[in-house]
Nanobody
Framework: QVQLVESGGGLVQAGGSLRLSCAAS?????????MGWFRQAPGKEREFVGM???????YYADSVKGRFTISRDNAKNTVYLQMNSLKPEDTAVYYC????????????????WGQGTQVTVSS
């Protein structure tokens, strides 16, 4: 089993920054797990934001490329989502997810999810 806990959400003005954290735990979790970030705005489907897999490679959705950065601290079993130049359309609940997948942007490929953290960007 794997448990994921997100933190770091909040209210920020447009153009501002936030850093989300996702702490992983559990007997089966290891650095070989891929970690993904997804978000869901009210009335919309959950969408892919970005991911990182073992070795540190990252992949981002076009909508956040150049503004968001994913990093990973394997010693702490924690993944970070640094969000810069935030826009009102970034407002959503952000979720981290984990599983032994390679390069997947499909939420259905991830079996472990955190509870989500709210990010609100005011204009």
């Amino acid at each position: 089993q794997v448990q994921l806990v997100e933190s770091g959400g909040g209210l920020v003005q447009a153009g501002g920054s936030l850093r989300l954290s996702c702490a992983a735990s559990g007997s089966t979790f290891s650095s070989s797990y891929s970690m993904g970030w997804f978000r869901q705005a009210p009335g919309k489907e959950r969408e892919f934001v970005g991911m990182t897999w073992s070795g540190g490679s990252t992949y981002y959705a076009d909508s956040v490329k150049g503004r968001f950065t994913i990093s990973r601290d394997n010693a702490k079993n924690t993944v970070y989502l640094q969000m810069n130049s935030l826009k009102p359309e970034d407002t959503a609940v952000y979720y981290c997810a984990a599983d032994r997948v390679f390069g997947s942007r499909r939420s259905s490929d991830y079996g472990y999810w955190g509870q989500g953290t709210q990010v609100t960007v005011s204009s």
